[in-house]
């Protein structure tokens, strides 16, 4: 065995909704650079599990977290834990494309805007930089003024990363991000992603088992708040350890 070198290692986290038990005790590390997809059928604790990871979830009232989240070797829920530079460092980009009604420019502006950046030559690097990464810079170098809300669906949710890419984040959580959107759109998103990887840590939750099998280095499949297997993708969807598994990835249930 090599050593590992976990970028976010969480262990027996459980996640409270008042008095219901929504994460039961999941434990699970996250290798820089890897695409990790999250599996499993609705309600199983997936997006739950997600926003843990960069405290989204201290935003809905009555949430209990227990157990340990470490994000290079750090605790997150450590009280001295500023969220904000937390939710710099993991960046999450959700199901529904959720522009902010400005220019693209602004959009993707927006986060070293509010950081104080006042270079603007610096300013329009990152923000055609990010365009780029986003894979979306062609479809909107024209027209970096307009309003984001004039974009397709897909080109809103590039733009969306790139808003995320813009502060430079470690880690990108990305929930169901093209459940929304057509097959076309859907595939420019996951050809990015493989990109993305060479200098981000991925996790993606998704419902769409060929997408998690095309783009994901690791799977890990939930069900019922509890984290039955993770592994090898390949080794997930040809030759799982667990029967439940096996009867979800082979679509029996879910
Ligand atoms: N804000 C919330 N308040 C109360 N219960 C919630 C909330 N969000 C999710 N849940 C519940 O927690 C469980 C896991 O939900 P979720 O993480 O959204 O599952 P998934 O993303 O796998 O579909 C479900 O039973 C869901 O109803
Ligand atoms: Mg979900």
Redesign the pocket.
């Known amino acids: 065995m090599t050593e590992q070198n976990f970028i976010i290692e969480s262990k027996d986290v459980h ?1 409270y ?2 008095k ?1 038990e ?2 039961k005790g999941v434990s699970l590390d996250f290798m820089p650079k890897e695409i990790t997809a ?1 599996i ?12 843990t990871l960069n405290r989204m ?1 201290d935003l ?1 009232p ?2 209990t977290v227990t157990g340990t989240i470490k994000l290079n070797g750090k605790d997150i829920y450590s009280p001295k834990m500023d969220t904000v530079a937390l939710r710099k460092e993991v960046g999450m980009v959700f199901q529904q494309p959720n522009p902010f009604p400005f220019s693209i420019y602004d959009n993707v502006a927006y986060g070293l805007n509010i950081s104080g950046m006042k270079d603007k030559q610096k300013m329009d690097e990152i923000v055609e930089k990010s365009l780029r990464r986003a894979a979306v810079w062609d479809d909107v170098k024209d027209k970096l003024n307009k309003s984001a809300l004039s974009l397709s669906g897909g080109q809103q949710q590039r733009v969306c990363i790139a808003r995320v890419l813009a502060v430079e984040p470690e880690v990108i959580l990305l ?2 991000p093209t459940s929304a959107l057509d097959p076309i759109s859907s595939a420019k998103i996951e050809s990015m992603l493989v990109e993305l990887k060479e200098r981000y840590t991925i996790v993606i ?1 998704t ?1 769409n088992m060929q997408q998690a099998s095309r783009i994901s280095d690791k799977t890990a499949f ?1 069900l019922q ?1 509890d984290l039955i297997e993770m592994g090898q993708t390949r080794k997930i969807f040809t030759n799982p350890k667990e029967q439940a598994t096996e009867d979800y990835i082979s679509g029996r249930f879910g």
């Open positions: 996640l909704y008042g219901k929504a994460l999250l499993g059928p609705s309600g199983c604790g997936k997006s739950t599990y997600l926003r979830n809905i009555d949430v929930d169901e939750v419902h939930f708040g």
